[in-house]
Nanobody, 116 residues
Framework: QVQLVESGGGLVQPGGSLRLSCAASRNSVRFYDMGWYCQAPGKQRELVATITRDGSANYPDSAKGRFTISRDNAKNTVYLQMNNLKPEDTAIYYC??????????WGQGTQVTVSS
């Protein structure tokens, strides 16, 4: 069992930046492909970014050029740097982990609100 704890959310003005962190329990991040997803009220959970065990990152078009996912295996943490935030980025952001055996885990989420 892996526990994921997100942090770094909050209220930011349009055009601002936030960095989310996802800390994993035990020394486990390096064994998992990691990802960030978001879910706005009344909408389905959507992919924001993924990063494989070997560090390859992938983004949907909505996040390309604005968001950057990274991982620090030594700190057992994955990050999501979000720049040029827009009101439509307002959502709960969840951290996700999946290993080669198909085991998946989710964090509890952190709220991001983009508003003036």
């Amino acid at each position: 069992q892996v526990q994921l704890v997100e942090s770094g959310g909050g209220l930011v003005q349009p055009g601002g930046s936030l960095r989310l962190s996802c800390a994993a329990s035990r020394n486990s991040v390096r064994f998992y492909d990691m990802g960030w997803y978001c879910q706005a009220p009344g909408k389905q959970r959507e992919l924001v970014a993924t990063i494989t065990r070997d560090g390859s990152a992938n983004y949907p078009d909505s996040a390309k050029g604005r968001f950057t996912i990274s991982r620090d295996n030594a700190k057992n943490t994955v990050y999501l740097q979000m720049n040029n935030l827009k009101p439509e980025d307002t959502a709960i952001y969840y951290c996700h982990a999946k290993n080669i055996y198909g085991n998946e885990y989710w964090g509890q989420g952190t709220q991001v609100t983009v508003s003036s």
